[in-house]
């Protein structure tokens, strides 16, 4: 990183805390300042990273795994733990060919659609070597749209008891739509919680892995010795080939 991009970020993240702190930012700027806040964190962890993995090979990946740390796989994500720290929006720095199994849960949708995420799947194609299998699991869309477009009261109570129940914001599922927008957009002042960006469901995964060149698409049967058991309710999860 250049020394005055450095210096200026340092400047920025100094200058918006010390705004946040104060009693002069509206609400609106605060969360804009968060969110600056926040990104000025990746990207230093982005850039602050020594990528000695890139030119090795290794038969298993996962991408944005958290604390659902695998061993015997490469986990490369943008905070820690992982093995590899990097900002997947940036791409994959593996090389060509190199993983033949590549696992990614409740990821895509803390990243920007389209951008990020028809990059990061052809990203996935390109270093996946020919026969090589991709596994994306996802918060299932379709579920909640269902159970609202059913009047299911029952179904989008338990969800929003399962997802939402033990984060103290219950008090704002005031009626059914509450719940969709939680699960497709939740964006409240929480600074635990990441943004969602996008819904998706059976279709759009199936579509996005279509148009980057994947074959063999279909459902994944959930397996808890990779995937994390706690993701097993509500998700969806597809598997396609290279
Ligand atoms: C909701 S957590 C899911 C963790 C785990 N896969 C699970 O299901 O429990 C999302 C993960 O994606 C990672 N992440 C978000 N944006 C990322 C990016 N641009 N590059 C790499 N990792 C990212 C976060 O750091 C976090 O660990």
Redesign the pocket.
């Known amino acids: 990183m250049q020394m005055n991009t450095k210096n200026n970020l340092a400047g920025l993240e100094k200058y918006s805390r010390q705004l946040l702190s104060s009693k002069d930012a509206t609400h609106g700027l605060g969360r804009a300042l968060r969110n600056l806040v926040r990104e000025i964190a990746?990207f230093k962890n982005h850039t602050g990273a020594k990528h000695s993995h890139t030119q090795r090979r290794f038969p298993r990946v996962?991408?944005?795994?958290?604390?659902?740390y695998l061993r015997g796989f490469l986990n490369?994500?943008?905070?820690n733990p992982a093995d590899l720290i990097?900002?997947?929006?940036e791409g994959i720095p593996l090389p060509n060919s190199s993983v033949q199994f590549l696992f990614?849960?409740?990821?895509l949708e803390?990243?920007d659609y389209p951008a990020?995420v028809k990059k990061m799947i052809k990203e996935a194609h390109r270093i996946l070597i020919h026969g090589g299998k991709i596994v994306i699991?996802v918060p299932d869309t379709a579920l909640v749209i269902g159970a609202y477009a059913k009047k299911d009261d029952k179904k989008l109570k338990e969800y929003t008891k399962k997802w939402y129940g033990k984060r103290g914001i219950l008090k704002h599922f005031n009626t059914a739509i509450d719940v969709v927008n939680y699960h497709m957009r939740d964006m409240d002042d929480s600074e635990k919680y990441?943004h969602h960006f996008w819904g998706y469901d059976q279709e759009k995964l199936e579509s996005l892995l279509k148009r980057a060149g994947f074959h063999h698409i279909q459902i994944w049967k959930f397996n808890s010795a990779i995937a994390?058991p706690?993701?097993k309710f509500g998700s969806i999860y597809i598997e396609a080939k290279k």
């Open positions: 990746l996962q991408i944005g795994g958290g604390t659902h490369i994500d943008i905070n990097y900002d997947v929006r990614c849960e409740h990821f803390h990243i990020s699991g990441a994390n706690k993701r």
